[in-house]
């Protein structure tokens, strides 16, 4: 697609429920990162995808947190057992290169507004 | 550990005014710097990459500049518009440590008619 995408746009879940959300990355693009936004905060790093290497997950804030991605295409970020202070806009971006070759603009998606009650 | 600032959290103008956000970083060993700007409930619209090896990027009325050595960026915005109000993010990328970018809490401008 033209841009990075992302669903839902908005996810209201109870506390206790897992949650999947969705990032389709922009055509190409090997990297992919998936932040996290709380209400006026800025944004915290969560996890990093570069092609096939080991992704980072040095910013997932607990083990209820994780992320797939296949190959270069789809990501998704699984939250289990959401407790409300997981309530953030989750965004996703891409790059069209990795961090060793850091020459190419992060696009943005518009994020999911996670709210647990 | 890689800290951003951003310096004002908030400003509010008239149209017309040229103005000044500012962005330190703490750690010198960056690869590049990004700004962005963000709308309520939307997400992150990129406006300037300036590499590292680079000193400014300009776009339009937009003007970034970056000095490495003393951690500090400014993004210029000339003749400011009503249609500049949102907040803005300025996100570095750290050294071979690091792999994302690092984000600062963002200027939000108001620009009035």
């Known amino acids: 697609g033209a841009g990075v995408s992302q669903s839902p746009s908005n996810k209201v879940t109870e506390k206790g429920k897992d949650v999947e959300l969705r990032c389709d990355p922009i055509?190409?693009?090997?990297?992919l990162y998936w932040y996290r936004q709380r209400l006026g905060q800025g944004l915290e790093f969560l996890i990093y995808?570069?092609?096939?290497?080991?992704?980072?997950k040095s910013g997932l804030p607990s083990d209820r947190f994780s992320a797939e991605r296949t190959g270069e295409s789809v990501s998704t970020l699984t939250i289990q057992r959401t407790q409300q202070e997981d309530s953030a806009v989750y965004l996703c971006?891409?790059?069209?290169?990795?961090?060793?070759?850091?020459?190419?603009?992060?696009?943005f998606g518009q994020g999911t507004r996670l709210t647990v009650v | 550990k890689q800290e951003v600032t951003q310096i004002p959290a908030a400003l509010s103008v008239p149209e017309g005014e040229n103005l000044v956000l500012n962005c330190s970083f703490t750690?010198?060993?960056?690869?590049?710097l990004q700004w962005f700007r963000q709308d309520p409930g939307k997400g992150l619209t990129s406006l300037l990459l300036?590499?590292?090896?680079?000193r400014e990027q300009t776009s339009g009325r937009l003007n970034a500049s970056l000095d490495k050595s003393s951690g500090r960026s400014t993004l210029y915005i000339a003749a400011s518009q009503p249609g500049d109000s949102a907040t803005y993010l300025c996100?570095?990328?750290?050294?071979?440590?690091?792999?994302?970018?690092?984000f600062g809490k963002g200027t939000t401008l108001s620009v009035s008619s």
């Open positions: 750690d010198s060993a960056i690869y590049n």
């Open positions: 971006a891409s790059s069209l290169e990795g961090h060793l070759a850091m020459r190419s603009e992060a696009f």
């Open positions: 300036i590499q590292s090896s680079q």
């Open positions: 996100a570095v990328v750290a050294n071979q440590a690091g792999t994302a970018l690092i």
């Open positions: 995808f570069q092609g096939n290497s080991a992704p980072d």
């Open positions: 055509s190409g693009h090997t990297a």
